[in-house]
């Protein structure tokens, strides 16, 4: 990924930063973005001090302006992207769907589908005028399955595995791949009210083949095989990062 240019959004911590990370050690420019500058200039600085580049851009992806104020904060620094990585997205409700209030479904889809589908559409024109490039949206396994408790956030999560499908088509012939990632559950903040109940995460480890849940450096790997030439023949798929979780039969 030497010389290439990478967005990573909700990169100020847990999965993003790792993608981050993992980038500017493979010798990519990375634009580290979030809602919070200063969370983001610290994960600059922990990039620069090991040789990176890297520069921060705060951007609330539910809002369109900024969203085509980060693409073109990237294109003015680095260049136009080479590599667009989805991972900022949001959960303001655990219960039955039920339950939810309108406000906070129609901010989920919003957040988690729309806002990937902007981003998208800004950033892939000039990638394929480069020649092409690659799209990566970090869903969940929660998409693949029908849940009492996540119902909003697992829909969104489903919605984006067809999100990248029909990016992979749409772009496809300009040389541009689009894919998903699935974690499972991965120690994160944004996933702790999961993996911190002692009930949760007992279930989580029963289902895991590798009786542990996921890191964040466990999708980064992922995410660089589909963002580097390695990943060259990978579009429109949904890649599983969940130590097995999901193979469990009825044993």
Known sequence: MKGKTAIVTGSSRGIGRAIAHAYARAGARVVVSSRKLDACEVVVEEIEATGGEAIAVACNISNKEQIHALADRTEAAFGPADVLVCNAAVNPFYGPMSQIPDEAFA????????????????????????????????????????????????????????????????????????????????????AKALWDNPKTLATALEASPLNRIGEPDDIAGAAMLLASEAGRFITGTTIVVDGGATVRGGD
């Open 107 to 190: 901010k989920v889809l919003q957040v988690n589908i729309l806002s990937n589908a902007w981003l998208a559409n800004r950033v892939a024109p000039a990638m394929a005028e480069k020649g092409g490039g690659s799209i990566v949206i970090i869903s969940s396994i929660g998409g693949m399955f029908g849940s009492q408790m996540l119902g909003a956030y697992a829909i969104s999560k489903a919605a984006d595995m067809q999100l990248a499908r029909n990016l992979a088509l749409e772009w496809g012939k300009r040389g541009i791949r689009a894919n998903c990632i699935a974690p499972g559950l991965v120690k994160t903040g944004f």
